[in-house]
């Protein structure tokens, strides 16, 4: 209970309040350390309308508290909770998760998840051809006019020809992408591919894999998810004897005749992943599989255990059964998801990215011009085969970008550039583009980390959360140790406590009763007589509760005679009762026995004992505070609260 009690105190604390920021105030000061008039005020105003005890609104009770909550954290601090390895994880956990939501443009995550789920309402069916990234070649306008007369040829003649002229599988790549839905291409292939109209080839645009040009061919509705079943025959069998047409199509008749599809999947599929599951496949949307004919005979079934004909694809033969098929989900149940892909997509880029722009404004930041000219000899002889070469002049502490007065320094790049060097190792590309990407990522970096060292100066909704969360923290681990385990675990104390105040813990009248309650008068009138004569609950049951009707319910247990459950006026006498009308129903009480009232043992009253022994032990806790603690309140300051507060 007095746990119970403390965590719905520390939500409160945790709530943040946009109270006007007042001028400061020192209220008390306890044991040399000053509390301003704010802080209090912040804390009063959060707890106003949640206390129910109307005596502790009054601002000297309510001051009471709060010192006793300054108290303990003292008393916390002084016994090196705030040290303990468990609290200091656990703060960590808490600030970096905080962090995340101070560190990103909401505008701008809201308009990429509502863009996101915009895309997903429409498949995109392409083809592109693509220019693999050349180190060797720097000048990219002889890669844009080449894609400028591919995509003629692509546009006028179509994709086959333009892939008998360009594909050679090792530099132009020309391929049917088939459909595609958001998050399955990289961002910028899915945004060109999305803003091109069908029928269209988009102009030339660079990924991090080259060059491309997309020819939109189709534009169309979602189909949603599909959840289907198989069987499915291997074109090649290691029984020769085999005809696997044949074969499929004895399969298909037997389906037809009535037998299991999921015993005949698990007895004659060749696709062993899903046979062990009676064929059945994992969910999944347009262009997720690499068989369109596959997916088309899958969506083209309407009805729950609707099945295909036998068809061919390029795997085997197929029986399809469909299991469900589901449309998109709405936005608002689909958007935590989404929210959490466009974090984790290139899309996360543009968010950050939108960050450092708002942030470059209210910062003074200074960028070193010499960076690249410096890195460039380090990186060119050894950094795609996994070295550096650092000169014996290697200046570490020359500064790279310089945010208000934080410096970011060549070691502070040259890390970041060894956090990148494994991606690099097997990529062709240049020490040039190197430099000038992961640079330009560095500059995004240092000023998003150094808005996430200077959060709590900067903003002080984060420090105000911040700081009450830690609070919390250690209050809790506090009352842990000094309270809750000392109640709960000093079996002699709280025998003690309950041999003095056993008076306190007493049962009144109470009665070991079932009760059948129904809505009907008549049902409980039978329900009287049939008791009467000896039929059990389950005969009853049986009795009069048939034709899907529940006529009549059972409680059984022991009822003090306060409890709600009970009529005021019910006659505690053992035997079968009068029917009585309570809370609109009219109830039977077979009373077994009538307990009177009497003193509850430490076993049954332990709940309440507990608490009020840590009640007890708390009391005479905050006393010695008190006594250790040095508390003195400027009787001023409190004075003029209790006037703008009409007390």
């Given at each position: 209970?007095?746990?119970?009690?403390?965590?719905?105190?520390?939500?409160?604390?945790?709530?943040?309040n946009f109270a006007s920021a007042q001028k400061q105030k020192n209220l008390l000061t306890i044991e040399g350390e000053s509390v301003s008039s704010e802080e209090f005020l912040k804390l009063y105003n959060k707890n106003l309308d949640l206390v129910k005890d109307e005596s502790q609104k009054q601002l000297d009770n309510y001051l009471e508290l709060f010192i006793d909550y300054k108290?303990?954290?003292?008393?916390?601090?002084?016994?090196?909770?705030?040290?303990?390895?468990?609290?200091?994880?656990?703060f960590e956990n808490y600030k970096k998760q905080l962090t995340k939501n101070y560190l990103s443009d909401n505008k701008v995550t809201d308009e990429l998840v509502l863009e996101a789920y915009d895309r997903m309402k429409y498949d995109i069916r392409a083809s592109h051809i693509l220019i693999l990234d050349n180190p060797e070649v720097e000048d990219t306008l002889i890669t844009y006019n080449k894609l400028l007369e591919y995509r003629k040829v692509l546009k006028d003649e179509g994709y086959e020809v333009a892939k008998g002229k360009y594909h050679n599988g090792k530099t132009v790549l020309v391929e049917d992408l088939g459909y595609f839905s958001a998050f399955k291409m990289v961002y910028d292939f899915e945004s060109m591919a999305y803003n091109t109209k069908p029928g269209e080839v988009s102009?030339?645009?660079?990924?991090?894999?080259?060059?491309h040009i997309v020819r939109v061919d189709e534009k169309r509705p979602s189909r949603g998810t599909a959840t289907v079943a198989h069987i499915m025959l291997a074109l090649k069998q290691k029984d020769s004897t085999v005809n696997v047409e044949e074969r499929i199509n004895d399969i298909y008749k037997k389906l037809q005749q009535g037998e299991a599809f999921d015993a005949l999947a698990k007895q004659f599929s060749d696709d062993k992943s899903s046979a062990r599951n009676g064929g059945k496949l994992r969910p999944f949307k347009s262009g997720q599989l690499s068989s369109t004919v596959f997916e088309d005979a899958a969506f083209n079934l309407e009805n729950k255990g609707d099945m295909t004909q036998p068809l061919k694809t390029k795997y085997g033969w197929h029986i399809i059964k469909l299991i469900k098929k589901e449309p998109i989900n709405s936005f608002e149940d689909i958007k935590p998801t989404l929210e959490a892909q466009v974090k984790r997509d290139a899309r996360s880029k543009l968010i950050n990215s939108a960050m450092v722009k708002k942030l470059s404004k209210r910062y003074s930041i200074t960028k070193n011009p010499e960076t690249k000219a410096y890195f460039r000899p380090i990186l060119e002889e050894g950094y795609f085969s996994g070295k550096f070469n650092l000169p014996k002049d290697y200046k570490g502490n020359v500064s790279v970008i310089k945010?208000?007065?934080?410096?970011?320094?060549?070691?502070d790049f040259l890390q970041f550039l060894k956090t990148k060097q494994r991606q690099y190792m097997r990529q062709k590309t240049t020490i040039k583009k190197v430099l000038d990407k992961e640079l330009h990522l560095f500059y995004e970096q240092s000023v998003l980390k150094f808005r996430e060292d200077n959060l709590v100066n900067e903003n002080q909704e984060f420090a105000d959360v911040l700081k009450e969360y830690k609070d919390g923290l250690l209050l809790f681990a506090l009352m842990e140790k000094e309270i809750w385990n000392k109640a709960s675990k000093d079996s002699t104390g709280l025998k003690n406590y309950y041999d003095s105040n056993a008076s306190k813990y007493q049962w009144e009248d109470r009665i070991e009763t079932t009760i059948a309650t129904s809505s009907s008068k008549e049902m409980a009138s039978s329900v009287q007589k049939l008791i009467k004569e000896g039929k059990s609950q389950e005969d009853i049951k049986t009795i009069l509760n048939k034709d899907n009707q529940q006529n009549v319910i059972f409680t059984s247990g022991s009822f003090e005679k306060s409890n709600p459950k009970l009529p005021t006026d019910l006659v505690f006498i053992e035997g079968v009762s009068e029917i009585y009308e309570h809370n609109d129903n009219f109830h039977v009480f077979n009373i077994i026995s009538v307990l009177p009232a009497s003193t509850k043992t430490l076993k049954e009253a332990r709940g309440s004992v507990v608490n009020d022994y840590q009640n007890e032990i708390e009391k005479q806790w905050l006393k010695s505070l008190r006594d250790r603690f040095k508390v003195s309140v400027n009787t001023k300051v409190l004075k003029q609260l209790k006037s703008k507060l009409n007390q």
């Open positions: 209970m007095m746990r119970t009690k403390l965590l719905a105190f520390l939500l409160v604390l945790i709530t943040v108290l303990k954290l003292k008393e916390a601090q002084r016994l090196g909770l705030d040290k303990d390895a468990n609290y200091k994880r656990e102009m030339p645009f660079r990924t991090d894999f080259g060059y945010v208000n007065d934080s410096v970011y320094t060549n070691d």
